[in-house]
């Protein structure tokens, strides 16, 4: 009995050890009488030998004191010592009891592992998007301002009303101002387009970002009239287009055909306001009409002790005295403020991402409950075993000190293979949704969210493991009892070889939980699966198909309003002369190509008293190809043609507007020979009315839209949009060859299908159904084995009553009938738990949803369906065992 005797040495040892101080004592004390016996041996009187022995061994406090502490030391390493050897003795041990049963380790661990890879995957999506905190200097102390129109829309902002609001605001401590631009490198390797941002000389300090090279703006070249070529470069472009190269402050870049000296670079990572390569001075001007020279917005670090809803105050009141000072401009114009974070990630998407978070937190606990399940299950086999470790010592802490031990070792085994897993979708998640939410590029699997799936592992396997080891630890315990001569369960249990855990109703409860859990997950899938099919076949009003865009930006330097117009139309006759192409358009803003310009309008004769009433619509620079080439079709009226292109300056602006315009215009007579009055004051006539085309989002209604021709409206900015008879993509080196023979020094950017384009502004609601999708295959994955699991165990439980009742005379049919009842009264209750969670809770999902009621009976009466289904289908191959088992065998199994 070895175990019992080492056992019974380590109690005597503990009970009966005698503690450091009294060692100390007892240690000094025989010194010193020995000492003292030496002295009087030699002939020393006794007081005077104890005086002698005293003043030769030392001070006894200090010595004393030393020993103690050494002795304290030496408990403290044997302690420690002795718990990591019995951790180790109990890791070996659990790793016997898996290599002894590899199909349930198998089951287990790729159980754990579906969860916690789920799990892993999407911490380090909140971690990109929610958890890290912004690269900037106490970014929750920056807020960004936009202008606010009548109709409380946020607008870009004008030039004077931003050195208003930077004179008069005391709520911020600094403020700045951006705008983007396009800019055109020229290097060695030939044209490119550069994504840019005009930038005040506050911009940098007021972020809390200083350059790795050189300096940034100063106040002489962020004014107007001042130095303002020069640039600061993005690390990215300093080590892609300059190799890194650290003298480039020597340097000069020619951006639009103009030398910039490039005075600043970056650090790694700095983009702002987005996928910025470069930087150069803005100078905003209190000597432009307020209403026209814009920028995109403002930025401001808010003053020690001051708040964001102080400076909104402040700002407001700032804007109604503007709005007095200025009232053709400002009237009812005001400010909107935010924190930068927000403008970093919106409301709608902290809501989808706290929504996974939830739906993957659920989808862990099926994979813990389903462990927990099948651990229960295997309980009942080793039931003697653990009373016979009780019986030969072994105390109930150690038992369940034991199988928690088994129960983490196999949760970070499910966790390593799930990180695998995450590591592979990683990569995935990041191209499906890095186009939508900008701070997903940045998700990887780094320390924080490998330590994430670490304390994911542990504490997954002590939640999963807690009830299975308390069970074993309550079943062993008679065995102490019997040891002790207080019960006979020992003797009675090892005697009858049968005895099983009462474990039934606890896995019941399990798997109904499971499948509850499984009919919630489902229902939210279901609703997100069926919102996006809605968004997917909603009409857009224009055809995306066989249709290649790309960008080209005009140096404003070398390009008049003129020669705009003939470079583009010049540029338009010769794609159209490309073989493969079936219309050619060009216009200011691509669909979904990101930004929008508004304006007001008013049918002519029933305008607003107040021009700051004016309902807005969306204003697009269209040539005479673009409806053509986007598919947009004309429903009243005529498209511009040469003739508006000739009208004389002066003449009366020619409209082409589309449906919705034309319905709330006039609703009850034709648009066409209508004249609109416009924000601007200038009165245009409707020649044609176009069918409404979802522009600015794929799941918002068509906005009223304007179309202007770009012979009178000449933007230097313009997309293409070329429609092709076949592969759209094949017509990009004929497309630059084409713009390079008019002007080599234009690089076409950004081509690339529109489809591409439209695919990318449903990356959110994409990305947001492939994780639900993947969540709840697993969640019914997990059911369907948990069901399988419980109805196999609970057969083979049944085994001699079921051999009894075929001895009887039962018929097969039967047997096979009471199993399958189980199976599916089980997922019946789960089922009805999980629809009425899901339809107490659906309303979360409203915000993410489209077109899709969150309380749809469809989609709650189709899951219920499938999981019974699924139920009836993992019942089936344990009831046939049933009721193909010989009598004469299950009579003598045990």
Same mark, same amino acid.
């Given at each position: ?21 009294? /060692?100390?004592?007892?240690?000094? #004390? ?17 007081? /005077? ?56 380790? &198998? ?17 380090? +999506? #909140? ?19 936009? *202008? ?79 130095? !303002? ?9 300093? !080590? ?34 987005? !996928? ?10 209190? %000597? ?8 995109? $917005? ?9 708040? *964001?809803?102080?400076?909104?105050? /402040?700002?407001?009141?700032?804007? $109604? ?61 080793? *039931? ?23 129960? @983490?070792?196999?949760?970070? &085994? ?20 890095? #186009? ?8 990887r699997l780094d320390w924080r969210v490998l330590g994430f799936a670490l304390a994911a592992c542990v504490v997954t396997g002590l939640v999963f493991g807690l009830a299975p080891a308390a069970r074993l630890a309550r079943a062993a315990s008679p065995s102490r009892r ?130 700051? /009433? ?48 034309? =319905? ?46 770009? %012979? ?37 950017? =950004? ?6 384009? @439209? ?7 994409? &990305? ?33 009553? +079921? ?7 039962? !018929? ?15 997922? @019946? ?12 809770? #659906?309303?979360?999902?409203? $915000? ?22 699924? $139920? ?23």
């Amino acid at each position: 009995m070895p175990e019992l005797g080492r056992f019974a040495r380590e109690l005597r040892a503990l009970l009966w050890k005698p503690t450091v101080e009294r /060692e100390v004592d007892d240690e000094l #004390a025989h010194h010193l009488e020995r000492l003292e016996a030496e002295l009087r041996a030699r002939g020393v009187a006794p007081a /005077e030998a104890r005086a002698q022995a005293r003043a030769r061994f030392g001070d006894p406090a200090r010595i004393g004191a030393e020993c103690r502490e050494i002795g304290r030391s030496r408990d403290r390493a044997y302690r420690r010592t002795r718990w990591l050897e019995e951790l180790a003795q109990d890791a070996r041990y659990a790793l016997r009891q898996l290599r002894a049963s590899p199909r349930f380790t &198998l089951v287990a661990v790729l159980t754990l592992a579906i969860g916690l890879g789920a799990s892993t995957t999407i911490f380090g +999506i #909140a971690d990109a998007v929610l958890l890290r905190p912004l690269p900037f200097l106490e970014p929750d102390r920056l807020a960004i301002v936009w *202008e606010e129109t009548p109709s409380r829309q946020a607008f870009s902002v004008s030039e004077p009303n931003y050195l208003d609001w930077a004179a008069r605001t005391r709520r911020f401590s600094r403020v700045a101002a951006f705008a983007g631009r396009t800019a055109n490198l020229m290097s060695d390797a030939g044209p490119e387009q550069l994504v840019g941002a005009g930038a005040t000389h506050g911009f940098f300090p007021v972020l809390g970002v200083a350059p790795i090279l050189g300096r940034t703006f100063t106040p002489e070249e962020t004014a107007p009239g001042g130095d !303002q070529r020069v640039a600061v470069l993005s690390h990215d472009l300093w !080590q892609q287009r300059f190799a890194g190269d650290p003298r480039i402050l020597e340097r000069t870049v020619q951006l639009d055909g103009v030398r910039y000296r490039v005075i600043g670079v970056m650090p790694r990572g700095f983009d702002f306001p987005g !996928q910025v390569q470069v930087w150069t001075p803005l100078a905003p001007s209190m %000597s432009w009409p307020r209403a026209d020279r814009r920028m995109d $917005a403002m930025i401001g670090r808010l003053a020690p002790g001051a708040t *964001e809803e102080q400076a909104r105050r /402040e700002l407001s009141a700032i804007a $109604a005295q503007l709005a007095r000072d200025h009232p053709t401009s400002n009237t009812d114009w005001g400010a909107r403020v935010r924190p930068l974070t927000e403008w970093y990630v919106s409301p709608e998407m902290r809501a989808r991402v706290v929504t996974l978070l939830v739906a993957v937190g659920l989808l862990l606990a099926m994979a813990c409950a389903n462990v927990a399940s099948l651990l229960l299950a295997r309980a009942t086999a080793r *039931e003697r075993q653990m009373a016979v470790r009780a019986a030969l010592g072994a105390g109930r802490g150690r038992i369940v000190r034991q199988l928690l031990t088994e129960s @983490v070792l196999l949760s970070l &085994l499910g966790g390593a293979v799930g990180v695998a897993l995450s590591a592979a979708a990683v990569p995935l998640v990041r191209r499906t949704g890095s #186009a939508a939410i900008p701070l997903l590029s940045t998700m990887r699997l780094d320390w924080r969210v490998l330590g994430f799936a670490l304390a994911a592992c542990v504490v997954t396997g002590l939640v999963f493991g807690l009830a299975p080891a308390a069970r074993l630890a309550r079943a062993a315990s008679p065995s102490r009892r019997a040891r002790t001569g207080t019960g006979p369960a020992l003797h009675a249990l090892l005697r009858s070889g049968t005895r099983l855990a009462d474990a039934g109703a606890m896995r019941n409860v399990l798997i109904v939980g499971s499948v509850a859990l499984a009919t919630l997950m489902l229902v939210s899938a279901g609703l997100v699966g069926g919102s996006f099919l809605r968004l997917m076949r909603v009409d857009l009003g224009f055809s995306s198909e066989q249709v290649l865009t790309g960008s080209i930006v005009l140096p404003e330097d070398r390009y008049q309003p003129a020669q705009v117009v003939a470079f583009f139309d010049q540029l338009t006759e010769r794609l159209r002369g490309l073989p493969g192409v079936r219309a050619v358009g060009a216009t200011n803003i691509a669909p979904y190509g990101g930004g929008n310009t508004a304006m007001g309008w008013a049918a002519l004769g029933r305008e607003p008293a107040n021009r700051s /009433e004016y309902p807005i619509a969306s204003w697009r620079a269209v040539t005479t190809g673009y409806f053509p080439a986007l598919g947009i079709t004309l429903r009243q009226g005529r498209l511009y043609d040469a003739s508006d292109a000739s009208a004389p300056r002066g003449s009366e602006r020619t409209l082409v507007i589309s449906e919705t315009l034309a =319905r709330r215009a006039w609703p009850n007579a034709p648009a066409v020979g209508q004249r609109l009055r416009l924000g601007n004051g200038q009165t245009a006539r409707v020649i044609g009315v176009v069918s409404d085309a979802r522009l600015l989002a794929v799941d918002s209604a068509p906005a009223p839209t304007i179309y202007f021709s770009q %012979s009178r409206f000449a933007f230097p900015s313009m997309w293409l949009t070329i429609r092709a008879t076949g592969d759209a993509a094949a017509l990009t080196a004929a497309v630059r060859r084409e713009v390079a023979a008019l002007d080599p020094t234009l690089p076409v950017a =950004r081509v690339q299908p529109l489809a591409q384009l @439209v695919s990318d502004a449903t990356a959110q609601p994409r &990305l947001t159904v492939l994780v639900f999708g993947l969540f709840a295959t697993a969640a019914l994955a997990l059911a369907a084995v948990g069901l399988y699991g419980l109805i196999a165990f609970g057969v083979a439980q049944r085994t001699r009553e +079921i051999g009894v009742q075929l001895a009887l005379g039962a !018929q097969p049919r039967r047997v096979v009938r009471g199993v399958l009842a189980r199976g599916v009264r089980l997922a @019946v209750v789960g089922v009805v738990i999980g629809g009425a969670g899901a339809y107490v809770t #659906a309303g979360a999902l409203r $915000a993410i949803l489209f077109q899709t009621e969150p309380t749809d009976p469809l989609t709650f009466a189709a899951v219920g369906a499938v999981l019974l289904l699924v $139920a009836g289908a993992a019942s089936v191959g344990p009831a046939r065992r049933a009721a193909r088992l010989d009598p004469v065998l299950a009579l003598r199994s045990e």
